[in-house]
């Protein structure tokens, strides 16, 4: 019996990796002074940035990088066949394991997953806002009925 593999020891491929982009801004509530002066004149921390005087933001991001094949792993059920590796640059024996999937010949295919990566994350989020936003709705529509019936 021969085992295929698309890849093999020492090639080159590409993968995407997820990552996050950490971005600060001035807060808004405070005007970036970290403190808010309240009604009786007293000065306090703001409740939004709690006296940093910035918030943050994180922005999902995937970068590309050029990975060295350095360990191939077959995993073989009936008919079924399922091929793994692990790289030099992310460990070898206790390191990562990439799904062939994940894998490209070259950089311009390990962007373009990438794109399809953040496009179906980005769904994700919109999908849970609309579930999160009809479970609102429910529950004020819920509470209006309790209202009426109360009344």
Request: charged share 30%.
């Amino acid at each position: 019996m021969r085992l295929e593999t698309t890849y093999g020891l020492g090639d080159i491929v590409y993968a995407a990796q997820p990552t996050s982009r950490e971005e600060r801004h001035s807060c808004r509530p405070c005007g970036g002074e970290g403190k808010i002066k309240a009604l009786d004149d007293s000065v306090q921390s703001c409740s939004t940035c709690y006296g940093r005087q910035y918030t943050v933001t994180h922005t999902s991001i995937y970068k590309t990088m050029a990975l060295t094949i350095g360990e191939v792993r077959v995993q073989r059920r009936n008919t079924e066949q399922e091929n793994v590796y692990m790289c030099v640059e992310t460990g070898i024996g206790s390191g990562r394991l990439w799904k062939e999937e994940k894998l490209h010949e070259s950089r311009g295919q390990a962007e373009i997953d990438a794109a399809h990566q953040l496009v179906e994350q980005e769904a994700q989020k919109q999908r849970r806002r609309e579930a999160e936003v009809a479970e609102a709705e429910e529950l004020v529509e819920n509470l209006a009925k309790h209202e009426q019936a109360s009344s």
